[in-house]
T-cell receptor, first 113, second 111 residues
Framework: RKEVEQDPGPFNVPEGATVAFNCTYS??????FFWYRQDCRKEPKLLMS???SGNEDGRFTAQLNRASQYISLLIRDSKLSDSATYLC??????????????FGAGTRLAVHP | DGGITQSPKYLFRKEGQNVTLSCEQN?????MYWYRQDPGQGLRLIYY???????QKGDIAEGYSVSREKKESFPLTVTSAQKNPTAFYLC??????????FGPGTRLTVL
């Protein structure tokens, strides 16, 4: 099982739609989680951090379910500019030494007129 | 403006050639990282440095080398020992071990 798994998509949705992505992680001790957005041939950019049960920023809501070991990203009122790949990132907080981030392969979203 | 810069944006390497990718940051971050991204895969950690004059191997360090002589700079050398170097290379920095900020990337192609 991969440490961080995401549905690669693509999710094709019309403008104005609500879309949700899930991401599952294998290490139950993980404490911090992130969603990054990556446009085609560009660098990932931090979208949201998720440290407790969830986080909301405008049209974007991230939720954490520790019991089932997944985090979700909900996008309301989708815009054409939301078209991108969304990367799920987990900090597994291993004991001792450096805590490296684990990146999912990403979920691609395509919003059409 | 504060940020992370990488150069060049595109790089072409011939067989048996070493090439060096530049990464500079003026965010005063202690930690810096190098990742490789291949199509359909998550970012994979090559090397990281938590402080000047110290660096550690990541998951796929073979065929790569780094140095950290200055806080602002963390260059990556792709050596001829790296058999499949064609990829998108991303440098990142962070003030702690959590939130990382990325540079614009270097796209390396082997001719």
């Amino acid at each position: 099982r991969k440490e961080v798994e995401q549905d690669p998509g693509p999710f094709n949705v019309p403008e104005g739609a609500t879309v949700a992505f899930n991401c599952t992680y294998s290490n139950s001790a993980s404490q911090s989680f992130f969603w990054y957005r990556q446009d085609c041939r560009k660098e990932p950019k931090l979208l949201m951090s998720v440290y407790s049960s969830g986080n909301e920023d405008g049209r974007f809501t991230a939720q954490l379910n520790r019991a089932s070991q997944y985090i979700s990203l909900l996008i309301r009122d989708s815009k054409l500019s939301d078209s991108a790949t969304y990367l799920c990132v987990v900090n597994p907080l291993l004991s001792g030494g450096y805590n490296k981030l684990i990146f999912g392969a990403g979920t691609r979203l395509a919003v059409h007129p | 403006d504060g940020g992370i810069t990488q150069s060049p944006k595109y790089l072409f390497r011939k067989e048996g050639q070493n090439v060096t990718l530049s990464c500079e940051q003026n965010l005063n971050h202690d930690a810096m990282y190098w990742y490789r991204q291949d199509p359909g895969q998550g970012l994979r950690l090559i090397y990281y440095s938590q402080i000047v004059n110290d660096f550690q191997k990541g998951d796929i360090a073979e065929g790569y080398s780094v140095s950290r002589e200055k806080k602002e700079s963390f260059p990556l050398t792709v050596t001829s020992a790296q058999k499949n170097p064609t990829a998108f290379y991303l440098c990142a920095s962070s003030i702690d071990t959590d939130t990382q900020y990325f540079g614009p990337g270097t796209r390396l192609t082997v001719l």
